[in-house]
């Protein structure tokens, strides 16, 4: 190989390397923040707070992020797609649909209680109250499509039932954060939804029952 080869194949790399240390330290400032929020909460961590936990300069922030808005954004939406990831791994073994639903909701109204700091920026801000809806409501979408198609689910009409669950799950997150309901009431409000998929009530409730998953 000679020099201008050489030269060629360094430069072709340099911008892969750069891209690469680019995304780290993005990945590391999104999670240095929500991190810092769950503890700190979300108006009193400041951009100073996010890039010493992340373990990087000041000016670095703002190679990535115009301002904490705008991270807060990207952290919500990470956490939004983890959660539809992990929601996804966890009912995949799961025979019955029905219940599969019934796990997936519970998982939101958890991370809501296990991490009330956001739970609490999700109802106040109609922005993420929008990006949790709609990232966890393609998903419900999805299943329910495919649960039809198998003659499961019975459902006139996919937008309705989907704004139906997605306010009702918030409601229940709403109401369980504000200690209106406890967890048992969950699981009742949970089974009344499910209904709305084609279930009995009565059939609902052995569902809730048994013991659910948990990620």
Excluded: C
Excluded at 34 to 48: F, H, L, N
Excluded at 175 to 191: P, W, Y
């Amino acid at each position: 190989m000679n020099g201008l080869q050489m030269a060629d194949e360094t430069a072709s790399k340099q911008p892969n390397r750069s891209s690469r240390r680019r995304a780290k330290s993005r990945a590391a400032l999104i999670e240095a923040a929500r991190e810092t929020m769950s503890v700190k909460g979300v108006d009193a961590t400041t951009i100073a707070d996010i890039t010493e936990a992340a373990d990087l300069g000041f000016g670095t922030f703002y190679n990535h992020f115009k301002s904490k808005d705008e991270i807060v954004d990207a952290a919500m939406s990470d956490m939004v797609e983890r959660l539809g990831d992990e929601i996804d791994e966890l009912i995949a073994p799961i025979d019955d649909p029905f219940f599969a639903q019934i796990v997936a909701w519970h998982q939101v109204v958890s991370l809501a209680v296990s991490e009330p700091i956001w739970g609490w920026f999700v109802l106040r801000s109609s922005k993420t109250l929008n990006m949790l809806n709609e990232g966890l409501m393609v998903r419900f979408r999805r299943d329910v499509e495919e649960a039809i198609q198998a003659g499961d689910f019975t459902v006139r009409d996919i937008d309705v039932v989907a704004n139906l669950v997605g306010g009702g799950v918030l409601s229940l997150v709403n109401a369980r954060l504000s200690g209106v309901i406890d967890d048992a009431q969950v699981l009742e409000g949970l089974a009344m939804l499910v209904t709305h998929l084609g279930i009995t009530p009565e059939k609902a409730r052995k569902l809730i029952s048994k013991p659910i998953p948990s990620l």
